[in-house]
């Protein structure tokens, strides 16, 4: 099995490839930060696998990390710069998703305390007449 950076192929398809990566990985980090922005702006996180993000951080996490290791030199490393934007810059969007999914299900659960407590005190009330 070669080792990372090596290759037999011609420079062109190895410049092509990492053209590729690059390209790849803007999309992958953009997909994420498209969903960031729509959380936000609706202040929740409805429709969205949290699970599903929670497994992805976890498969990028491991992903990167073999790229780390593997490496051996830091011209591997530079060469690697692709693959890791896209694994663990991902792993880093992918963990404000799942922070915005805890800090708006808290939100909720407030919201929803205080929806109850409004209606016992209707309840209260309407007993009391």
């Not at 999309?27 to 929740?44: A, E």
């Not at 991902?90 to 929806?115: C, F, M, N, P």
């Amino acid at each position: 099995m070669p080792l990372c950076g090596s290759t037999n192929n011609p420079k062109w398809e190895v410049s092509f490839g990492r053209a590729v990566g690059y390209v790849s990985a803007l999309f992958y980090l953009g997909s994420r930060v498209s969903q960031i922005l729509k959380n936000k702006s609706r202040r929740s996180v409805e429709g969205v696998s949290v699970l599903m993000f929670a497994v992805a951080a976890v498969a990028n996490t491991l992903y990167g990390t073999a790229i780390l290791v593997r490496a051996d030199t830091f011209a591997e490393l530079v060469q690697s710069v692709p693959w890791l934007l896209g694994s663990l810059g991902t792993v880093a969007l992918d963990s404000t998703i799942l922070a915005q999914s805890w800090v708006y299900a808290k939100g909720r659960v407030d919201e929803d305390a205080e929806t109850t407590d409004a209606d016992d005190e209707e309840n209260d009330l309407n007993l009391a007449l």
